[in-house]
């Protein structure tokens, strides 16, 4: 520890410290970015054997990483806001050095030789990685649980999912092991997690961070942001977007920066969604998120009901998730099938067999959905939803038992519509169930307004706070 320096005393403070207030200790030297991510380092591996976050910790990269940018930081050098703070990443993205599984069996163990662009971007903005979160085989369904890596669980309650795919990055942001996650999103990966495990999450307007190689699930999938605050969302996704010439995807254009936006929500009008285009919202959730709307009042803001345009939402995103199921299913050699997730070959296989003018058809209706809901858009400031249309429900289930669901997607309602359409969407914690489980709100933006849209989630977290200043509390470890 350099001279000077004057450490806190509870490690416990160290891992609830936000991105802003470690920056500002690192500047004023009362903190180094070492043992900053140390405290994250002993955090990852405490609560890894009781919740299986990680696949991996690499305590030695990231303490070498670290040491790099306390030493930019006593130079008055820092490379970005991000720079020393600990980061985790989702084994579906590539990482220099450290093997990506993809959550499956059937993929090598070699170290890869390349940063995915959201990656490398973060790596050059001076975040430090501290290790790889847990994802579903390829990242198929909204729990996280696979034959490689086992059960990740709810910290809340280790007999819940914490959600999915997206669920080792969510456990890891909820107790502390690391402050910027970086997870993916094609149906609700980032923002169910996040709603399960009462953090925040951003969807990012498609585009807005760059993606290589591309999904297989093609324009639905997203890759964004996960922490434990909004504030904390806008600097790691202003670290990870940018124009990269790999995504042919992203477009030429260039989306505006993120930063702060004031008052967006003074006397603005907002559309609140309640109605899921599948299963049923439970009962408890929308009681507590209708709770939540009370605080749109001090904003001077009007909130009305509003239906999603558009028609059958579960089946177009279904002709949409299946050929990308199918599409990822092609490039395992069919020796090599036999310990894949059964659910995955299940919808797979149903993909495969759409015929081309089915498809064409999903493009299209696809297109008209995306323009109604940009209209929809101009009509209102904002969209709300619940994040989810269900509470966290025990592990190693797809669906609830007793639902008279058979798929994820069919509960997953309030996510996959704004994964057709693009949209930034935010989920951050507004309450807890009776049961004790944390419950999400949505806000939703034109494509674009990933900043307001921030600023919004931002607002609405010191608003709710006396909904969530217990839970928030709590020590989950």
């Given at each position: ?25 690192y500047r004023a030297e009362s903190l180094s970015p070492v043992e900053v991510t140390l405290a994250a380092l002993d955090r990852a591996e405490a609560i890894n054997p009781l919740f299986n976050a990680f696949t991996m ?40 050095g450290w093997s990506v599984r993809y959550g499956s069996r059937t993929t090598t163990s070699a170290a890869y030789d390349k940063d995915a662009p959201a990656v490398a971007l973060l790596r050059r903005a001076g975040a ?330 931002a607002d609405l977290e010191a608003a709710f706070v006396p909904m969530t200043h217990a839970f928030r509390q709590k020590d989950l470890v």
């Amino acid at each position: 520890m350099p001279n000077g320096l004057s450490p806190i005393a509870d490690a416990d403070d160290l891992c609830r410290l936000a991105a802003a207030e470690l920056s500002a200790a690192y500047r004023a030297e009362s903190l180094s970015p070492v043992e900053v991510t140390l405290a994250a380092l002993d955090r990852a591996e405490a609560i890894n054997p009781l919740f299986n976050a990680f696949t991996m910790i690499d305590r030695k990269g990231a303490i070498e990483a670290a040491g790099a940018s306390e030493k930019r930081w006593r130079a008055g050098e820092p490379l970005s806001a991000a720079d020393g703070i600990p980061t985790t990443l989702k084994d579906i993205v590539w990482v220099e050095g450290w093997s990506v599984r993809y959550g499956s069996r059937t993929t090598t163990s070699a170290a890869y030789d390349k940063d995915a662009p959201a990656v490398a971007l973060l790596r050059r903005a001076g975040a430090v990685f501290i290790g790889q979160t847990t994802t579903p085989e390829f990242g198929w369904k909204a729990i996280t649980d696979s034959g490689l890596c086992g059960i990740t669980r709810n910290p809340w309650n280790a007999q819940k999912t914490p959600g999915g795919s997206s669920g080792g990055a969510a456990v890891a942001a909820a107790t502390g092991a690391g402050v910027f996650h970086l997870g993916t999103d094609g149906g609700g990966s980032i923002r169910i997690p996040a709603s399960f495990t009462g953090i925040a999450g951003l969807k990012p307007t498609f585009g807005r961070v760059p993606a290589y190689p591309s999904s297989a699930f093609g324009t639905v999938a997203h890759i964004g942001p996960m922490a434990r605050t909004a504030l904390d969302l806008s600097v790691m996704a202003g670290a990870m977007s940018g124009r990269d010439i790999s995504d042919w995807q992203q477009g030429v254009g260039t989306l505006a920066p993120l930063g702060r936006i004031e008052e967006v929500l003074r006397g603005a009008r907002i559309g609140y969604w309640s109605k899921p285009p599948s299963g049923a919202l439970d009962p408890g959730i929308a009681a507590v998120v209708s709770h939540a709307l009370a605080c749109f009042d001090a904003f001077g803001a009007t909130v009305e009901p509003i239906d999603l345009p558009g028609g059958d939402l579960l089946d177009l995103f279904q002709h949409h998730w299946f050929t990308g199921a199918a599409a990822r299913l092609a490039l395992v050699p069919p020796s090599e099938r036999a310990g894949i997730d059964p659910g995955f070959l299940e919808i797979a296989q149903a993909g495969a067999a759409f015929d081309v003018h089915t498809l064409v058809a999903a493009q299209l209706e696809r297109a008209e959905f995306g323009a109604a809901m940009d209209r929809l858009l101009d009509d209102y400031d904002f969209i709300v939803s619940p994040g989810t249309s269900i509470p966290a429900f025990d592990v190693g289930l797809e669906v609830p038992l007793g639902s008279g669901l058979s798929r994820w997607i069919e509960w997953a309602a309030f996510s996959y519509p704004i994964n057709l359409s693009q949209q930034p969407a935010c989920v951050i914690p507004c309450g807890m169930t009776e049961a004790g489980l944390p419950v999400g709100f949505q806000i939703i933006g034109a494509r674009g307004d990933d900043a307001r849209v921030l600023s919004a989630a931002a607002d609405l977290e010191a608003a709710f706070v006396p909904m969530t200043h217990a839970f928030r509390q709590k020590d989950l470890v």
